[in-house]
C-alpha cells in the first residue's frame, strides 16, 4: 500500500480499507527491510508512530480527519522535533535533544502527518551526495553503489524505497531538487519565504528554504499545503495566504509559454540532455510552446553560490564551539584547546573546508573583495530571471548535469562536487520556487527535469508537472532493488 498515491491513500483510510496503525506498521516494517541497506534514516520513532496511528483512527472514526490524517512521513534530520534526536547528520549534535518543534513538523502534524523517523542527510545540509554525513552514508535505491544526491539523500531514499509516501525536506543550493532527480521521484523548493524556517538548523540563511518530496506532483502537493504559510516565529516569512495547491492542479497547458534557458542545457551528458528533451516534447503535445531564454550572468552562480553559502555557514555555526552547543572534547587544556579540537572532533572535512572559506571571504581586507562581490553579482543572477521570465511563464531545464555518480567517485575533489549543482544554485540565489520531476531513464538510472517559475508559482509549477506526469508514466517507475 505504502506504493499508493497518498490521494489513494487518503481514500482508503477513510474507507476503511485499511487503518492508520495498519499504514504505520506497514511503513515501519518497510523501514526495517530496507534501512539497513540504504542507510536513509537516522532515527526511527515507532511507539510515537503508533500512539499518533491510534489517535488518527479515532479522528477518521469521528468524521474529524485533516488533510494528511494518518500518513506516515520522514522529516530530515535537521528540522527540530521536540524529544526526539535532531543531529543535522553531524557529531557535532550527536546527541541533541530539542525541546520544541520546528514550525514545519508542527504543522506537518497538525494536519495528521505522522513522523516514522528523521532522514539522514550531509553534515548541516552541506553536500551534494549524502556522502558527507556523521552517520555513514546514503545509498541510491537504484543502485547501491551510487550516491542519491544531498543533502537531503535519505529523504529522497526513504521516498523513493517507498518506506514513506512523503518527506520533508530543504534545499540551500538544489539540495531537494537534485536528490529527487537522481532517486526518481518528485522534489519542490517553494519561494524563499513560503515556508517558516523556525527550528530549521541553518546552514545559509539567506538560501536555506524547506519543501517537499513525493512520488508525484500530487502528493508533493498535500505535503506543500500543510506545511506553508506565514509564521511570527520566522522574520522572513511572507505573510501570504497559502493557495490551495492540490485543488489547482488541473488545468490547461495550451498557450503556456516554457523557457528553455541555453546555458543550463549546455556542458551535460547528452543522454541527460535527450531524457529533458523529452519532457520538453511531452509539454508541446499537452499545449505548451517553447521559446529559448538567455541567462547572460548563469555562469557566475556557482561561484557566487559558494561564497555566499560558505560566509553565511561560518557565521551560523560559530556558535558550535564546545561551550555553548554541540560536542566538547574531553580534558582540554586551555581554551584554545577547547575550540579547536571541540571543533576539529564535531565537524567532518567538508564542513569544516566551507567554515574556513567562509570565514576568510568574511575577513578584514577580504570581505569587499569576495563577499561583497558575490552580493552584487546574486542581484545580476536575479535580475536575469526577472528578464526571463518577461518572455516565458516558467523554465524548463535538466536538473543535474548527470545521473547518480558512484559513491566516492567525486570524494576527492571538491570542485567536481560542487559543479553538480550547476543548475540549481542560481534559484536559491534568486529565492524562486523550482521542482524536478522524473524523466526518461538513462541507463536504467532515473534523471529529472526542473521546472523554475517566478515567485509564489507554486500552483502554478506543480500543475505544470502534474499534468506532464498524468501524460506519462516516468515518474512511477520502481527501484528494482527497493521492490
Keep these: 500500500m505504502l506504493r499508493e498515491s497518498v490521494t489513494r491513500l487518503r481514500e482508503g483510510l477513510r474507507n476503511k480499507e485499511y487503518s492508520a496503525r495498519e499504514l504505520v506498521e506497514a511503513s515501519l516494517a518497510r523501514i526495517d527491510e530496507q534501512n539497513g541497506k540504504l542507510n536513509a534514516l537516522i532515527t526511527v520513532t515507532p511507539e510515537s508512530a503508533l500512539v499518533a496511528a491510534d489517535a488518527a483512527d479515532r479522528a477518521l472514526a469521528a468524521g474529524d480527519a485533516p488533510d494528511l490524517c494518518g500518513i506516515p512521513l520522514v522529516h530530515k534530520d535537521n528540522f527540530c522535533t521536540d524529544g526526539v534526536l535532531t543531529t543535522c547528520g553531524s557529531r557535532m549534535l550527536a546527541n541533541f535533544v530539542p525541546a520544541y518543534d520546528a514550525t514545519v513538523t508542527r504543522n506537518a502534524a497538525s494536519h495528521g502527518a505522522i513522523t516514522v523517523g528523521k532522514a539522514n542527510m550531509d553534515e548541516f545540509a552541506m553536500g ?11 545509498r541510491n535505491p537504484w543502485d547501491h553503489e551510487r550516491v542519491p544526491g544531498g543533502s537531503s539523500g535519505g529523504s529522497a531514499a526513504a521516498v523513493a524505497a517507498a518506506m514513506v509516501p512523503l518527506a520533508t525536506a530543504s534545499d540551500t543550493g538544489g539540495s531537494i531538487r537534485q536528490p529527487a532527480a537522481f532517486c526518481g521521484i518528485t522534489g519542490m523548493k517553494p ?3 513560503r515556508i517558516s524556517r523556525y527550528g530549521l538548523v541553518a546552514y545559509a ?7 517537499v518530496m513525493g512520488v508525484s506532483a500530487e502528493d508533493c502537493a498535500y505535503l506543500l499545503k500543510a506545511i506553508s504559510g506565514f509564521d ?8 501570504r495566504p497559502v493557495e490551495d495547491y492540490p485543488a489547482e492542479l488541473e488545468g490547461a497547458l495550451k498557450g503556456l509559454k516554457i523557457g528553455l534557458p541555453k546555458p543550463y542545457w549546455e556542458g551535460l551528458e547528452s543522454a541527460v540532455a535527450d531524457a529533458v528533451q523529452a519532457q520538453a516534447d511531452e509539454l508541446v503535445k499537452l499545449g505548451a510552446e517553447l521559446v529559448e531564454v538567455e541567462m547572460p550572468n548563469a555562469s557566475l552562480a556557482v561561484s557566487t553560490y559558494y561564497l555566499i553559502a560558505q560566509a553565511e555557514c561560518s557565521s551560523n555555526l560559530s556558535r558550535y564551539d564546545g561551550v ?9 587544556k586551555d581554551l584554545q584547546d577547547l575550540y579547536r579540537r571541540s571543533r576539529g572532533e564535531g565537524f567532518c572535512e567538508e564542513t569544516q573546508r566551507r567554515i574556513l572559506v567562509g570565514t576568510f571571504a568574511l575577513s578584514s ?6 563577499y561583497g562581490k558575490a552580493m552584487r553579482a546574486r542581484r545580476l543572477i536575479s535580475d536575469d530571471f526577472t ?13 543535474a548535469p548527470s545521473a547518480a555518480f558512484k559513491i566516492g567517485e567525486k570524494e576527492t575533489d571538491p ?9 540549481t544554485v542560481a534559484v536559491n540565489l534568486a529565492g524562486l520556487p523550482a521542482l524536478s520531476t522524473p524523466g526518461p531513464q538513462v541507463d536504467g538510472l532515473p534523471v529529472g527535469g526542473q521546472l523554475i517559475g517566478p515567485y509564489f508559482s507554486e500552483s502554478r509549477l506543480l500543475m505544470v508537472a502534474h499534468q506532464l506526469q498524468q501524460a506519462t508514466d516516468w515518474h512511477l517507475q520502481v527501484p528494482e532493488a527497493a521492490a
Excluded at 540563511?205 to 519543501?211: C, E, K, R, T
Design 232 to 239: 511570527p516565529l520566522d522574520s522572513t516569512s511572507v505573510q
Design 128 to 138: 551534494s551526495s549524502s556522502e558527507h554525513g556523521h552517520f555513514g552514508v546514503v
Design 324 to 332: 555553548r552547543f554541540g560536542h566538547r572534547c574531553e580534558d582540554p
Design 365 to 370: 581586507g577580504y570581505i569587499d573583495a569576495y
Design 191 to 193: 519561494s524563499y519565504g
Design 415 to 423: 570542485i567536481a562536487m560542487y559543479l553538480a549543482d550547476v543548475n
Design 205 to 211: 540563511s539567506s538560501l536555506d528554504q524547506a519543501g
Design 387 to 399: 528578464a526571463a521570465f518577461e518572455h516565458c511563464d516558467l523554465m524548463l531545464s535538466p536538473t
